[in-house]
Structures are given as structure tokens and as C-alpha cells.
């Protein structure tokens, strides 16, 4: 339940990353409708990627590395595993073609994943720390 919870989450704020850089490069806001098929349509992409690649991907790479060096490399994992969930999307609205990860859209789909990467991948790097030794 708390997996699922913090996958909402990260998703969500990945989503007000990408309305507001949306915003704040176009100018656009977004009409409900369209709110509704984007928000859809990325939650599928963000469920699916990180239930099958980013989760297990990050989780190894906690259990594998040190406490202080670990926490860098999930959280840097965290952001550049967000191609997956991008190219998942882009590949549903614009086909699956690599070149297709240069359209335009595709930068705002990065600022929504990249960020709820990095709160996913925070939120596992902060979990697994464990407690300084009492002494």
C-alpha cells in the first residue's frame, strides 16, 4: 500500500511539474478534457514503467550500495530511468521511433517523469537509510 501511495504521489508531482513548465514556456493551460486524457494516459505509462523496471531497478541499487554513496546513484537512477515512462508515452501518442523522443512534447513528458523519478527515487534512497549506530 505505501508503494502505491508514493507512486501516486511522485506521479502527481511529476504532473504539476509538466503543467507548469508547460506554463511557464507556452503559456498554455490545459483545458480540463485535456487534463483528463494526460493525466490517464501518464499514469498508465508511469504505472507500468515503474512496476516493471524503475522499482525493482531502484531497490537492487539500494540493497547493492553503501549508504553514502547509494543515495546519489538511486537518486540519479531515479531520473535517468524516466526515459522509460517517456517513451512509453510518446510511443502511444507519436509511434515508437527514437527519433520521436525529439519532438517538443516529449521535453515537457520529461519534466513530468524526471520529477517523479526523483521523488520516487527519494523517497526509496530515504527509506532505506538506516539509523546511525547508538553509542
Same mark, same amino acid.
Given at each position: 500500500?505505501?508503494?502505491? &501511495? %508514493?507512486?501516486?504521489? +511522485?506521479?502527481?508531482? /511529476?504532473?504539476?511539474?509538466?503543467?507548469? @513548465?508547460? !506554463?511557464?514556456?507556452?503559456?498554455?493551460?490545459?483545458?480540463?478534457?485535456?487534463?483528463?486524457?494526460?493525466?490517464?494516459?501518464?499514469?498508465?505509462?508511469?504505472?507500468?514503467?515503474?512496476?516493471?523496471?524503475?522499482?525493482?531497478?531502484?531497490?537492487? &541499487? %539500494?540493497?547493492?550500495? +553503501?549508504?553514502?554513496? /547509494?543515495?546519489?546513484?538511486?537518486?540519479? @537512477?531515479? !531520473?535517468a530511468l524516466a526515459i522509460v515512462p517517456l517513451w512509453?508515452?510518446?510511443?502511444?501518442?507519436?509511434?515508437?521511433?527514437?527519433?520521436?523522443?525529439?519532438?517538443?512534447?516529449?521535453?515537457?513528458?520529461?519534466?513530468?517523469?524526471?520529477?517523479?523519478?526523483?521523488?520516487?527515487?527519494?523517497?526509496?534512497?530515504?527509506?532505506?537509510?538506516?539509523?546511525?549506530?547508538?553509542?
Amino acid at each position: 500500500m505505501r508503494t502505491a &501511495l %508514493v507512486l501516486l504521489i +511522485s506521479w502527481a508531482i /511529476g504532473l504539476a511539474a509538466y503543467a507548469g @513548465a508547460l !506554463a511557464a514556456v507556452r503559456g498554455e493551460v490545459v483545458s480540463l478534457d485535456n487534463w483528463m486524457v494526460i493525466g490517464s494516459v501518464t499514469l498508465v505509462a508511469w504505472l507500468v514503467a515503474s512496476m516493471l523496471l524503475i522499482l525493482p531497478i531502484l531497490r537492487l &541499487l %539500494v540493497s547493492r550500495t +553503501s549508504q553514502r554513496v /547509494g543515495k546519489g546513484i538511486v537518486i540519479l @537512477a531515479g !531520473a535517468a530511468l524516466a526515459i522509460v515512462p517517456l517513451w512509453l508515452n510518446i510511443g502511444f501518442w507519436y509511434g515508437w521511433h527514437p527519433r520521436h523522443l525529439l519532438i517538443g512534447e516529449a521535453g515537457f513528458l520529461g519534466v513530468h517523469y524526471v520529477a517523479s523519478g526523483l521523488v520516487l527515487s527519494l523517497s526509496i534512497a530515504r527509506s532505506s537509510v538506516s539509523p546511525p549506530p547508538e553509542g
